[in-house]
């Protein structure tokens, strides 16, 4: 006869195993990047200059930094400040299993670079993975988390952090991030597309003004001279305050850039709009010069991001150009006629294109907007005819970028 343990002693062990690890970070870079809705060939989203044109991108990637705990008060505290003689930045992350995963070296690379003071820009400024780390909501019970960067002023340099997308070959996107500053006067927080000082289009968070006001910038703002280049920023202010929880996004097609936070439209500009594919860069950072302002010795402050939503095309392969005159292919789609496009690109984001059909289109179209769960994208057209009936051209993604469909991508 088989005697069997009691129940209770079986119920434990089962019950474990059925709790979901919350603290590993998921990647959502797969090579066949339909993240959420493995059914979705491209996603909708509403923007322009009325803010309801849909605008067509063929990848999704949505960062989640909000269910990092295994528990509440795991990570409700900052770490300690990087110290004056930590000036190299070779300090080592604090949360090496989410941070240094496997998963997270996919997607981030946490920056460590340097640069020494100058007339302009006082204090010199080292960038610290240690200054990158998550933090915890301890107000209640609930585990949420969010990924934070600091920076700090020390006595002879400021200490910052800076994190990079993997993913270098965006040409145009929807960039989106639920995000707060916190912290002491001098600082910048910065969310930005970049591929150099004219190829830039940011979102910054000064903690010198007021917390109504947001720059919203396509670079250069400044030009040979020196002098400032009106035309660059938009400064709108009687916005909701940046140090309460906001979602902040940037729109980058071809032409425009067009900024908005909680879903209304609050800037736009066609002043040198970025040309080159990009990556995503985040950053909160001081050099003591006339815009970021200089922090007093002590203080510090914290960009704190609970996730990132990213819609957008591609050009060329996924480390982004590369430098000189070297010419690169990449892959496009257009979505009305089925049809590749093979763009030699000849450096300056123009092409020849060869067209020959392809079998299959966007045929499954999927909504980011106005979803019921964030991150989510849900199915709004299963089909071509059903798509062709947004009243919208399918030709024209092609004009919002060249879209790679490069394995690996």
């Known amino acids: 006869m088989i005697t069997l343990p009691p129940l209770g002693s079986l119920l434990l062990p089962l019950s474990l195993l059925l709790q979901p690890t919350l603290s590993d970070y998921t990647t959502t870079n797969n090579t ?13 989203i509403s923007s322009g200059a009325d803010s309801n044109t849909p605008e067509y991108f063929q990848y999704y990637r949505f960062f989640d930094f909000r269910n990092l705990a295994d528990h509440a008060g795991q990570f409700t505290q900052s770490p300690p400040f990087v110290n004056d003689t930590q000036d190299a930045g070779a300090e080592p992350v604090w949360d090496t299993k989410i941070l240094n995963s496997p998963a997270w070296n996919v997607d981030w690379g946490i920056q ?38 600091r920076t700090s002023r020390l006595e002879s340099f400021q200490s910052a952090a800076e994190i990079e997308n993997e993913q270098k070959n965006v040409l145009h996107c929807s960039m989106r991030m639920y995000a707060r ?52 920023s938009k400064n709108p202010d009687k916005l909701a305050p940046w140090d309460q929880w906001q979602t902040h996004r940037i729109d980058w097609f071809e032409k425009n850039s067009y900024w908005f936070l909680n879903g209304k439209q609050v800037a736009a500009n066609t002043y040198s709009v970025p040309r080159k594919p990009s990556g995503v860069v985040i950053n909160m950072w001081s050099d003591g010069g006339e815009w970021s302002g200089n ?115």
């Not at 007339?119 to 780390?133: E, L, Q």
Request: charged share 20%; proline share 5%; glycine share 10%.
């Open 181 to 232: 500053v916190l912290g002491s006067a001098g600082a910048v927080a910065g969310f930005f597309t970049f591929f150099d000082d004219t190829n830039e289009t940011d979102i910054e968070i000064l903690t010198d003004d007021p917390t109504d006001m947001v720059r919203y910038t396509n670079q250069p703002a400044v030009d040979k001279q020196g002098n400032e280049v009106q035309a660059a």
């Open 32 to 44: 066949t990047p339909k993240d959420n809705s493995q059914n979705c060939s491209c996603y909708v």
């Open 112 to 149: 460590n670079w340097s640069k020494p003071a100058t007339s302009d820009f006082p204090v010199a400024m080292t960038n610290s993975p240690a200054n990158v780390y998550i933090l915890q909501d301890n107000s209640t019970q609930n585990p949420l988390t969010y990924l934070t960067l």
């Open 295 to 409: 922090m007093s010795v002590g203080d510090s402050a914290e960009f704190q991001i609970q996730w990132i939503e990213l819609v957008f095309n591609t050009s060329g392969p996924v480390g982004g150009p590369g430098g000189g005159n070297k010419k690169r292919e990449a892959v496009a789609l257009d979505l009305e006629g089925g049809t590749e496009i093979k763009a030699v690109d000849d450096g300056m984001g123009k092409g020849m294109y060869e067209w020959k059909r392809k079998a299959k289109g966007c045929e499954v179209v999927c909504k980011v907007d106005g979803v019921k769960e964030i991150g989510t994208p849900e199915v709004v057209s299963v089909n071509k005819s059903a798509a062709a009936g947004m009243s919208v051209s399918w030709g024209l993604l092609v004009v919002v970028g060249v879209v790679s469909i490069l394995v690996g991508m």
